[in-house]
Nanobody
Framework: QVQLVESGGGLVQAGGSLRLSCAAS????????MGWFRQAPGKEREFVAA????????DYARSVKGRFTSSRDNAQNTVYLQMNSLEPADTAVYYC????????????????????WGQGTQVTVSS
């Protein structure tokens, strides 16, 4: 059974940090490009970060660039999102997603290209 499970969300003050993890099972993790998305109440799900299956390439939304870093450990079947200098605008449910791809260095911003999703983890940043 293919499954992505996020963890690491919580409540943090503005300026603080959190590290999200997304553990994959039931897939050959190294064959998948990974993405992070978030959805705030009443808003569309939006792209946050992406990492190629080889971890050689990353991509970030402009709103998080320089504050968030995505990494992955293919031996542990896990992808991470390190979030620093958090702002109240970062409050949302964060989802990881996986896309099977033959491309080693490609990242994907389009959420419709991902076919496996986690259940999400809540991140709340207080001012």
């Amino acid at each position: 059974q293919v499954q992505l499970v996020e963890s690491g969300g919580g409540l943090v003050q503005a300026g603080g940090s959190l590290r999200l993890s997304c553990a994959a099972s039931g897939v050959t993790f190294s064959s998948y490009a990974m993405g992070w998305f978030r959805q705030a109440p009443g808003k569309e799900r939006e792209f946050v970060a992406a990492i190629a299956k080889s971890a050689s390439s990353t991509d970030y939304a402009r709103s998080v660039k320089g504050r968030f870093t995505s990494s992955r450990d293919n031996a542990q079947n896990t992808v991470y999102l390190q979030m620093n200098s958090l702002e109240p605008a970062d409050t949302a449910v964060y989802y990881c997603a996986a896309k099977n791809t033959a491309f080693t260095y490609t990242t994907f911003r389009d959420r419709y290209m991902y076919n496996i999703w986690g259940q999400g983890t809540q991140v709340t940043v207080s001012s």
